[in-house]
T-cell receptor, first 117, second 109 residues
């Protein structure tokens, strides 16, 4: 099991461009979480998704940010019209579904470091 | 609102010395507390959780509800313990983790 995969590992965008961050959960995991880490800060929850459903997006900025976890393929965190303040490390985590052993333990990916010029 | 505070940004000890990484939390209900560790160039990984009450790599942490603390301890630090340590809390939702800012532990030879 390769663990949670994120790509790209590093992403550079100019202000106004779009950023797409991808996350492939661990095999057998149906729950995905996105966290953002600003410099000198801890990880902050953004959104929790299950396949084709957004369960909790209370940590997502109201504008420009969106997330999806389609039936097939990775979860995508999309940031439109990026600004310098979006520069951060974005971490994805996954967990098994409820009822599975260790269902509420989150396994983290290596993160994507977004730099906005 | 739930909050996790790690008062020490940096902690430096010598090999063989005891180490304690502090974590205090704020949460009105019954929280679940975790310690995550990130070694150099590796991903964040779960070190231990309070409900399992186990010792991992010699580390232990006890949840003190009276002091709202979950300090991480190890009696004899090793150089390979050098890493970034994050305390995290999960509240009633049982999924949304709230992290502290982390403590960078350096164990000197």
């Amino acid at each position: 099991n390769a663990g949670v995969m994120q790509n790209p590992r590093h992403l550079v965008r100019r202000r106004g461009q779009e950023a797409r961050l991808r996350c492939s959960p661990m095999k057998g995991h149906s729950h995905v979480y996105w966290y953002r880490q600003l410099p000198e800060e801890g990880l902050k929850f953004m959104v929790y998704l299950q396949k084709e459903n957004i369960i909790d997006e209370s940590g997502m900025p109201k504008e420009r940010f969106s997330a999806e976890f389609p039936k097939e393929g990775p979860s995508i965190l999309r940031i439109q019209q990026v600004v310098r303040g979006d520069s951060a490390a974005y971490f994805c985590a996954s967990s098994p579904g409820a009822g599975s052993p260790g269902y509420n333990e989150q396994f983290f990916g290596p993160g994507t470091r977004l730099t906005v010029l | 609102a739930q909050r996790v505070t790690q008062p020490e940004k940096l902690l430096s000890v010598f090999k063989g010395a005891p180490v304690e990484l502090k974590c205090n939390y704020s949460y009105s209900g019954s929280p679940e507390l975790f310690w995550y560790v990130q070694y150099s160039r590796q991903r964040l990984q779960l070190l231990l959780r309070h409900i399992s009450r186990e010792s991992i790599k010699g580390f232990t942490a006890d949840l003190n509800k009276g002091e709202t603390s979950f300090h991480l301890k190890k009696p004899f630090a090793q150089e390979e313990d050098s890493a970034m340590y994050y305390c995290a809390l999960s509240g009633g939702s049982n999924y949304k983790l709230t992290f502290g800012k982390g403590t960078l532990l350096t164990v000197n030879p």
